[in-house]
């Protein structure tokens, strides 16, 4: 089962890549457009050029899921548009977003920490 915790690292592909490829593919995309491990445990979020899927790409220590959402109407509303390769989000913007929801507009309460 994936777990999304607040400390898990969440990286969102600006671009999109083409859906045909799948594990290995994303992985690549990982290594040489976001710079980054995709066997260090963190979630990368693609999505199609049309807006209608994403997927979900992460490594658990034994092997990698592979996620696919496709909305079966519209197309998912936010995307971020940045200069680099990779927005970050938390893992409660990563849930609005896969509701089709805009993290950047909505009105979320801070993280909770607890005081040493």
């Known amino acids: ?4 915790t607040p400390q898990s690292r969440i990286f969102v592909a600006v671009e999109p890549v083409d859906f045909r490829k799948g594990i290995d593919g994303l992985a690549a995309v990982c290594r040489q457009v976001l710079a980054d491990n995709p066997l260090g445990g963190a979630v990368y979020v693609f999505r199609n050029r049309t807006g209608t899927a994403l997927k979900l790409l992460v490594y658990d220590g034994q092997g990698f899921w592979l996620c696919t959402k496709r909305l079966s109407q519209g197309r998912f509303r936010w995307w971020p548009t ?8 938390t893992a409660r913007e990563l849930s609005i977003l ?14 909770w920490r607890q005081v040493a």
């Open 1 to 4: 089962m994936l777990q999304l």
């Open 82 to 89: 940045a200069a680099t390769p990779s927005l970050r989000l």
């Open 98 to 111: 896969l509701w089709n929801g805009n993290p950047a507009r909505a009105e979320l309460a801070p993280d």
